[in-house]
């Protein structure tokens, strides 16, 4: 899988720190589980609205690896990396997004991933009885029987540890994932805190320093 996440970073050249890092994960994790919800069959076609964000680019990646067809609704500026990523086709934003994937795909959408959290302006472009999947927690109102799936993201929350007797201090990711408001997965990722002569990406993992400069 393309680490489309680092281009955030400045560049794949450029590794992201490591609570950066961890939430790479969670993006590709946000995607499995968005197609995980919708189920479909190979040779469907799902339409992945900010295709080249975040969850977006994984989800591109991750249902064309199971043979879906894929259509990416972005901006031009995006167009090229949804591309590279696989997609088998890009719709521009040029006027609202209904309108735009619908005169691609006249009869609408079988499924939709909005990683965009354009909501309700996204809606009309599935078909009846169709599901869309929101990811900033949207549950309509919905119409014409399409059914809307929240798959809820990830989230970390990082943070030093010292005073424990170790020669570096630990950084810390506190990781969550609530759906409908209730706790269903957590745990953390430990890690020595690198110096500056450690750090690959020159970068501290936490904060603006790095532990030999505080």
């Known amino acids: 899988m393309k680490a489309i996440g680092l281009t955030q970073f400045g560049g794949p050249e450029v590794l992201p720190t490591f609570p950066e890092a961890v939430t790479l994960l969670l993006n590709a994790v946000t995607a499995r589980l968005s197609l995980n ?11 992945v609205a900010g295709a080249a964000g975040e969850v977006g680019g994984f989800a591109v990646e991750t249902a064309k690896a199971d043979g879906l067809t894929v259509l990416a609704y972005t901006s031009d500026a995006d167009q090229t990396t949804v591309r590279d990523l696989g997609a088998d086709q890009v719709v521009l934003r040029r006027q609202d997004a209904t309108s735009d994937i619908r005169g691609v795909l006249p009869g609408g959408a079988p499924a939709l991933i909005d990683g965009a959290a354009l909501n309700a302006q996204v809606l009309g472009a599935v078909v009846d009885g169709g599901a869309m999947v929101s990811l900033k927690g949207w549950t309509g109102p919905t119409e014409r029987g399409i059914t809307i799936h929240p798959v809820s993201s990830y989230r970390a929350a990082p943070g030093r540890f010292t005073g424990h007797g170790q020669p570096a201090p630990w950084i810390a990711v506190d990781i969550l994932r609530v759906e409908d408001g209730i706790l269903m997965e957590h745990w953390d990722v430990i890690e020595e805190e690198a110096s500056r002569e450690q750090s690959v990406s020159g970068l501290p993992m936490y904060g603006d320093t790095f532990p030999e400069e505080r």
């Open 37 to 47: 919800t919708l189920a479909l069959s190979p040779g469907t076609t799902l339409v």
